[in-house]
């Protein structure tokens, strides 16, 4: 599967994430465009048995603007706000809301060994994502922000974080803009991600 290597930090507040634009701003020597304003609805499945979380892989069904794509990935390894995992993306263009799309995966049967028959929404998360693009040469990044609301089992929490994403490019280049970002910004990085936090949510 390919790999995704991005780098998180936690926010608080709407001025934190300007903070964090000013600092890419003012220290990325290319071209920014945007923002892009996207609203992401995430829905992680997994089967009654907790078969999926078992094997550390989440199974995520999106609908990113009413579009919809399934997606696996690999327990996320977190090392200084370094995120790094594996991931695969399967679009469902005919699906039209979450039932069909959960239908669509049931009909494949198994993705990577693992089962999606009975497969259920354990909990979902709500993103109101802002995208810059960053590019440079051949270097291209991605900067989120993003404002969550994290929801399970009648549960809520909201949760902000900015995410800088390696599109193309070297990840030693990639990893030291992100190190100077870290110094300019002075945003504190997460512990956990965004589907490790929903899960302490739901296990609460």
Not at 29 to 35: A, E, H, L, N, S
Not at 51 to 74: P, Y
Not at 134 to 150: H, K, Q, R, T
Request: glycine share 6%; net charge negative.
């Amino acid at each position: 599967m390919p790999i995704e290597c991005e780098f998180k930090w936690k926010a608080e507040t709407a001025d934190d994430f300007t903070r964090m634009l000013t600092a890419v701003k003012e220290n990325f020597k290319g071209v920014i465009t945007g923002p892009v304003k996207i609203l992401n609805e995430d829905f992680y499945l997994d089967t009654p048995q907790h078969l999926w979380s078992a094997h550390k892989t989440a199974l995520r069904v999106r609908c990113a603007n009413g579009i919809f794509e399934a997606t696996v990935k690999t327990q996320t390894q977190m090392v200084n706000g370094k995120a790094v995992r594996q991931e695969e993306t399967l679009p469902l263009p005919q699906a039209q809301n979450v039932g069909q799309a959960i239908q669509t995966l049931e009909q494949q049967g198994t993705w990577l060994d693992l089962p999606l028959q009975g497969i259920n929404i354990m909990f979902t998360i709500t993103n109101h994502r802002q995208i810059y693009n960053l590019s440079l040469g051949d270097s291209l990044y991605e900067l989120a922000l993003d404002d969550c609301l994290l929801s399970c089992s009648h549960r809520q929490q909201p949760l902000k974080e900015v995410e800088l994403e390696l599109k193309r490019g070297s990840e030693k280049e990639f990893s030291l803009f992100a190190g100077i970002l870290q110094q300019k910004c002075g945003l504190n990085v997460p512990h956990k991600s965004k589907v490790e936090t929903a899960r302490t949510l739901l296990e609460e």
